[in-house]
């Protein structure tokens, strides 16, 4: 197990510097709180030694600066030996989760964890890429190919070093008693952790059409703009319709769960760990569950969203323009994200990614910074066949039965013969499900299969982009996930580019299963470069949080999606940046860590003149009185954020016909509003035939509701919002659940207060415990980029025994920032770790 040193000074300096005030917190910084002290503070416990290591695989000398945050600054000679370092650097960072990350991708963990894997391997195996791998590799960049190949031959170096020292080994190798394998090219282009969309949404919504009919589904839902045609085709049979027809799909997308068996027993839990650690569990997630049907919080599981926005020079107080991003995915222990800065002939770019791909995703590079965030584009469908009664595997199309493609496998099983598997495949794409005693089958079409459908990938032409037209080319390459990427440079100029693989369907909305006889096809792709998009926009700023950003009259609606996020976090920003004023980089650090909540504002003065029941009446005035700031420290947001919560779980039944539930459980706040605002009739029981009696009594009960759980929830009336019995965040492992009290604290991180909550700009999520929202943020002035700063919770590092793996934790708890340093002179002032890779022989 590896033990690695921190010099003084380092852990001194681990503390964060800036702190954004989240228009929450008094005292806002100034950028001099960054640009001032800290070289001559940290030059004052003298230079750090450089330790050097014989890499065989290189072309010449890498020196690697690891700074006090944990960044890593790679200097490298050639572009091979660049990404050789990348790849080295973040395996010896991250080595367990580039284990975890190349099993699912290839379809091996099985091979480890038994014949309960089978359905994940069988699904990763199913979706793999199998088309032209050195097509795939360059069509990320014209010098793609030897990029991956250099950068999975510095991960195999590392991985060949723990073949000769198993001590480098994280304890996760121990636990689980496996080694790391080495990685090959197909490995990093994996789709099996990108953002995918929408396919279980599709098929919920044609469940919940053949339940309720279309009208009813329409009427609860939130599509725009424009209204969809979600009919079932008369050819499909909506009562065969059912969830596990996607089994498979889920199974490969899914998070390993380990199990005690797994691990070597002296690390298991004891009994009263279990116990412990599923009460601690059941606490932190009991409200969500009733909140929400099972298996509603999927799009909060996987914590899409997100937030950035460009503000051009002419509106800012240093007339350079500024880019600021968070992406919102799954918070855990170690993080997703991962910082880096490449220096080599043709690249000086610095940001964050995921650590197992090349690159950088969100950035800069000197000339421009550019973020992104989810754009809604469509590129699954469901297909539904009739296959021959006689011959399963063929299926009926275009007047004739067509017989299915099959590729049989072999999926390694620990403890057990390898399972024989037998992969089928339609013109449209893989079969995920047989329904024999009908003959029918069921396969889905993704534009992510194509050539290009590696996540975030394309980056790599970004990193070099030196203007907007460069940038808008390289967007054109970047295929998966759908996203809005925005744009500012060192000119002042900014833009946004939404980007993603989009099918064109001529004739149905993609929302709902359709036959795959051949009368629903996709008519080819829209070039990307013709999605919406915007330069140097008149009002001088622009901001995407997910929101709903197609234009009116868009020529190419019929290849864009119909599903948006609610618009609160994105007007709340509009309105901030909307201001008139000419901004700092210590507003947009403010700003990314706003807690006013809009559905708040909106929500609160309807208690106005309602009739509450005794002891409501207080709560309502604390209510009226408050700034609608999630703060931890607030009170009110105790009792807002209780209310707003039985307002969702209480407006379901009433809405959603029990049949439908299960497929149309979570409603869209901005809809919850708009009732509350014009009460419909369904209001009217509830008020003696009255919708708008029957809403003040809904109001009035809910109140009551979330009054009484703040009381059992605190057991008095000593209510604060960021406590552990509420808002905070505790960080999971992949094995917490597995393991001794000992070995899990020192695996997980946590708790700590939080504030907050899914609607607002700091992003943290509807549940007790923040597993979602923004654990990597990036802001930066462009033409100042030393004052760049950046948070990424828990810290770089991954093996749990590392300094680095938990010490941005706090800071970002507190909403932070840290300093991101470009220069060679600001990163070398600031030091705590000096590699040298040399070549072997």
């Excluded at 702190?19 to 940290?42: K, Q």
């Excluded at 279309?214 to 969830?243: N, Q, T």
């Excluded at 009110?636 to 707003?644: D, G, H, L, N, P």
Aim: proline letters at 7%; a negative charge.
């Amino acid at each position: 197990m590896r033990v690695r040193s921190v010099t003084l000074f380092a852990l001194i300096l681990l503390l964060p510097v800036l702190r954004g005030s989240g228009g929450h917190l008094p005292g806002a910084p100034t950028i001099d709180d960054l640009r001032g002290g800290l070289p001559d503070r940290v030059a004052a416990f003298g230079p750090v030694d450089t330790e050097t290591l014989r890499v065989p695989g290189l072309e010449a000398g890498v020196e690697i600066l690891k700074d006090l945050w944990g960044v890593s600054h790679i200097y490298a000679e050639t572009e091979h030996d660049l990404f050789f370092a990348q790849g080295y650097s973040a395996a010896r960072d991250r080595l367990f989760q580039f284990e975890l990350w190349r099993r699912q991708a290839t379809g091996t963990v099985s091979e480890i964890l038994g014949p309960r894997e089978l359905e994940r391997d069988r699904g990763a195996r199913l979706f793999r890429f199998r088309g032209d791998l050195e097509a795939e590799l360059n069509h990320y960049h014209p010098r793609g190919a030897e990029i991956i190949r250099a950068f999975t031959d510095g991960i195999n170096a590392y991985i060949a070093e723990t073949e000769r020292d198993p001590g480098l080994l994280p304890v996760e190798f121990e636990m689980l008693g496996i080694r790391p394998q080495p990685w090959t090219p197909d490995v990093v282009i994996s789709r099996h952790q990108g953002l995918l969309m929408n396919i279980g949404q599709e098929l919920d919504l044609g469940i919940a059409v053949a339940e309720v009919g279309a009208e009813k589904v329409k009427e609860v839902s939130y599509f725009h703009p424009g209204e969809p045609d979600i009919d079932l085709d008369p050819a499909i049979d909506g009562s065969l319709l059912r969830r596990e027809i996607l089994d498979v799909y889920r199974a490969f997308r899914g998070s390993i769960r380990f199990q005690p068996e797994d691990i070597e027993p002296r690390f298991r839990a004891t009994a009263s760990d279990a116990e412990a650690f599923a009460l601690q569990t059941l606490e932190e997630e009991a409200r969500e569950a009733a909140a929400y049907e099972a298996g509603r919080l999927e799009a909060e599981r996987m914590g899409t969203g997100s937030n950035n926005w460009v503000v051009a020079g002419s509106r800012t107080l240093s007339g350079h323009a500024l880019m600021a991003n968070d992406p919102h995915r799954v918070q855990a222990a170690p993080s997703l994200r991962y910082l880096v800065h490449l220096v080599g002939p043709g690249w000086n770019v610095i940001g964050g990614g995921e650590p197992v791909l090349p690159g950088i995703s969100i950035g800069h590079n000197g000339y421009g910074a550019w973020g992104l965030t989810v754009f809604q584009t469509d590129a699954e469908d469901l297909y539904v066949y009739r296959t021959h009664p006689d011959d399963p595997d063929r299926y009926w199309y275009g007047g004739d039965w067509e017989a299915m493609r099959i590729i049989d496998d072999e999926i390694p099983v620990e403890g057990g013969a390898a399972e024989q598997v037998r992969h089928r495949y339609t013109r449209h794409g893989p079969v995920v499900y047989e329904d024999r005693n009908n003959d029918l089958a069921y396969a889905v079409r993704a534009g992510w299969m194509e050539i290009g459908g590696a996540p975030y990938l394309a980056s790599l032409r970004m990193n070099q982009a030196k203007t907007w037209e460069e940038f808008r080319d390289a967007c054109n390459y970047s295929n998966i996930p759908g996203e809005n990427m925005v744009w500012a440079d060192v000119e002042g100029n900014i833009g946004w580019q939404s980007v993603g693989i989009a099918p064109i369907r001529r004739n149905w909305s993609g929302l709902v299963p359709v036959p795959g006889d051949g009368r629903y096809e996709w008519d080819g792709y829209l070039e990307i470069r013709h999605k919406p998009h915007v330069f140097n926009p008149e009002k001088g700023f622009w901001s995407t949080a997910n929101q709903n950003l197609v234009p009116p009259g868009y020529e190419h609606r019929d290849a864009v999606g119909w599903s948006w996020s609610d618009p609160f976090r994105s007007a709340r920003i509009d309105e901030v940046l909307a201001s008139g004023k000419r901004f700092t980089m210590a507003e947009m650090m403010q700003l990314a860590t706003d807690y006013v909540s809009l559905p708040a504002r909106s929500l609160v003065p309807m208690l106005r003149g309602v009739d509450l029941p005794r002891g409501a009446e207080a709560a309502r005035g604390e209510l009226l009185d408050w700034d609608f700031a999630l703060a931890p420290e607030s009170r009110e947001a105790a009792i807002y954020v209780s209310w707003e919560r039985e307002l969702q779980r209480q407006m379901v039944p009433l809405v959603v016909p029990a049949e439908a539930r299960a497929s149309l459980g979570r409603l869209s706040m901005k809809k919850i509003i708009d009732w509350l605002g014009s009460p419909p009739a369904w209001f009217a029981p509830l008020g003696d035939g009255d919708p708008v009696a029957g809403r003040d009594a809904f109001l009035a009960r809910t109140l009551a509701d979330a009054l009484e759980g703040l009381e059992d929830r605190f057991g008095g009336d000593s209510w604060r919002y960021g406590d552990v019995r509420f808002k905070h965040a505790r960080f999971r492992h992949p094995l917490s659940g597995i393991v001794n009290a000992e070995m899990r604290a020192r695996l997980e991180v946590g708790p700590l207060p939080r504030g907050g909550n899914g609607f607002t700009v700091n992003q943290t999520g509807g549940g007790d415990n923040q597993t979602s929202g923004p654990s990597f943020r990036i802001i930066a002035e462009a033409g100042d980029w030393d004052t760049a700063v950046f948070t990424n919770t828990p810290g770089q590092g991954g093996d749990p025994d590392d300094p680095m793996y938990r010490n941005l934790f706090e800071g970002w708890a507190k909403d932070r920032f840290f300093p991101l340093y470009y220069s060679r002179e600001k990163v070398e002032a600031a030091v705590a770790d000096r590699l040298m890779l040399t070549p072997n022989g």
